[in-house]
């Protein structure tokens, strides 16, 4: 069923801004490591000094070219950088060097996931690199701003989708699979609150049926939560707009997201606004189809492509969408499910091992268990020299020292009980202190089995192999 507002349709596009995974900048050695002390990671082509020429970072290309093969999309072999004239206090050359009539990278798409379970491709128009900006710091004085140019130079990946998004969660499912796609492939890491991933969110709304109407930019947007917001927030003012008589200027605005509403910022410039012109210090971009095929060949398996193997081993579709979720879960829940049951691996994994992840607040990256050790841990099921209870209490203990399973159950003496003769005596002993309920078990309430089966395995503190439990059980209780 099609989202609409109060009977508006909306329509949605996202420019996603990407920073490349590279060491070093994108016409400059100077490093990109975050969090460094302000300033200290400039060199004079990012300080726009004179007659610095700028040098471009092969692996910044291969870097977008990775990216473009992801993303399903057409690869240019020829491309070119643009100057994109504008004033601001962070761009100390006066203008940013990008791609404008001829990017790297073309036309793509993107299949999306909606939480009702179907699909939707959202066509991508295309990536172009570009060099960020600095970073203008209101917060540090009363009354001046300061400039931090660590940002200036570091290579940007523009993402531009078509606009074929229709609702908030359309659009926040086209970010989160944008993000996942580039995690995987090492490309960029995705980190929002740092910077590294931002968008600027085009909305406009129409009558269904109706052709394009006016878009508003809403610019940096730095969470998924964010643009779902957004795209709501703005949507609804523009139809308030339209349905009062009035008419939605071309502008980009920001979001505020402590109020929930988008403001204006200033009036949408048009490409003839930054008078672009081919760079003059940077020659085409040309590289050959044999340099795509070898980049192309050494691609990661992608998401979608993992989530259906993970089915055809048996996973549900569920259970194999939140496994590829993120790349280091992923890997994790291999390792843990190599030479093994791949469904009781992924319950573990999905189970035990996440609900301990969100109780410590971890994550896979820092994980307290190592996927060596859960593996042998479900081995010792397997194999039956513990049982599923109590691999649950090693794995506590584990989460403490990450210690080899197999150590735990023997120096804690928790091997599972095959001895038959002890068991049957456990067995003699409960039934002897219930004859009232093996009168009545035998009387016709088979449902009593169970109360049999948990105080045999309470008598003999979890340890009873739970087969043999019931197996000589029934033979005595039908004896």
């Known amino acids: 069923m099609s989202y609409t507002?109060?009977?508006?349709?909306?329509?949605?596009?996202?420019e996603v801004h990407a920073q490349v995974t590279s060491q070093a900048k994108l016409f400059s050695g100077a490093a990109t490591a975050f969090g460094a002390a302000p300033n200290s990671q400039v060199s004079f082509v990012d300080a726009g000094m004179p007659g610095m020429l700028p040098v471009i970072n092969g692996e910044c290309v291969a870097q977008a070219v990775r990216t473009g093969l992801g993303l399903n999309a057409e690869i240019h072999l020829w491309s070119r950088f643009d100057r994109k004239n504008y004033f601001y206090a962070d761009l100390p050359q006066g203008y940013q060097i990008s791609q404008f009539a001829h990017p790297i990278v073309g036309k793509g798409e993107v299949e999306i996931t909606l939480a009702d379970g179907t699909t939707k491709t959202v066509g991508i128009t295309r990536l172009h690199l570009e060099q960020d900006a600095g970073k203008s710091l209101h917060d540090q004085h009363a009354t001046k701003s300061f400039i931090d140019l660590n940002r200036s130079g570091v290579a940007l990946m523009e993402i531009v989708s078509e606009p074929d998004m229709r609702s908030p969660e359309e659009a926040g499912a086209y970010l989160t699979k944008l993000r996942q796609i580039m995690r995987y492939l090492g490309t960029c890491d995705g980190n929002m609150d740092e910077g590294s991933l931002r968008a600027d969110v085009n909305v406009s709304v129409r009558k269904p049926g109706e052709g394009f109407r006016t878009r508003c930019e809403v610019k940096n947007v730095n969470s998924i939560r964010f643009v779902m917001q957004a795209v709501e927030a703005e949507a609804r003012r523009q139809i308030e707009v339209w349905e009062s008589g009035g008419t939605v200027d071309q502008e980009t605005r920001l979001f505020d997201t402590g109020r929930g509403v988008t403001r204006s910022m200033r009036s949408k410039e048009d490409a003839h606004d930054y008078r672009y012109f081919p760079d003059p210090d940077l020659p085409p971009l040309v590289f050959t189809k044999d340099f795509v095929d070898g980049l192309k060949a050494a691609l990661p398996e992608l998401p979608d492509a993992r989530r259906a193997r993970y089915v055809a081993m048996?996973?549900?579709?569920?259970?194999?969408?939140?496994?590829?979720?993120?790349?280091?879960?992923?890997?994790?829940?291999?390792?843990?499910?190599?030479?093994?049951?791949?469904?009781?691996?992924?319950?573990?994994?999905?189970?035990?091992?996440?609900?301990?992840?969100?109780?410590?607040?971890?994550?896979?990256?820092?994980?307290?268990?190592?996927?060596?050790?859960?593996?042998?841990?479900?081995?010792?099921?397997?194999?039956?020299?513990?049982?599923?209870?109590?691999?649950?209490?090693?794995?506590?203990?584990?989460?403490?020292?990450?210690?080899?399973?197999?150590?735990?159950?023997?120096?804690?003496?928790?091997?599972?009980?095959?001895?038959?003769?002890?068991?049957?005596?456990?067995?003699?002993?409960?039934?002897?202190?219930?004859?009232?309920?093996?009168?009545?078990?035998?009387?016709?309430?088979?449902?009593?089995?169970?109360?049999?089966?948990?105080?045999?395995?309470?008598?003999?503190?979890?340890?009873?192999?739970?087969?043999?439990?019931?197996?000589?059980?029934?033979?005595?209780?039908?004896?």
């Open 5 to 14: 507002i109060d009977g508006w349709e909306l329509v949605i596009g996202l």
């Open 314 to 479: 048996g996973l549900s579709p569920y259970d194999a969408h939140v496994l590829t979720l993120e790349k280091d879960t992923a890997v994790f829940f291999e390792e843990v499910a190599g030479g093994r049951d791949a469904k009781l691996a992924a319950n573990w994994v999905t189970g035990d091992y996440f609900a301990a992840l969100n109780r410590l607040k971890r994550d896979v990256s820092d994980s307290p268990v190592s996927a060596r050790h859960l593996g042998r841990l479900l081995d010792l099921i397997a194999d039956g020299t513990i049982s599923g209870k109590i691999a649950k209490d090693v794995f506590e203990i584990m989460l403490e020292a990450d210690e080899d399973p197999a150590s735990i159950v023997e120096s804690r003496g928790l091997k599972q009980v095959k001895d038959t003769g002890a068991i049957e005596a456990a067995a003699d002993a409960v039934l002897a202190a219930n004859a009232d309920k093996v009168a009545e078990f035998r009387s016709g309430k088979d449902k009593l089995f169970g109360f049999f089966v948990g105080q045999v395995m309470k008598a003999m503190q979890g340890k009873g192999n739970p087969a043999l439990v019931n197996e000589v059980l029934k033979a005595k209780l039908q004896g």
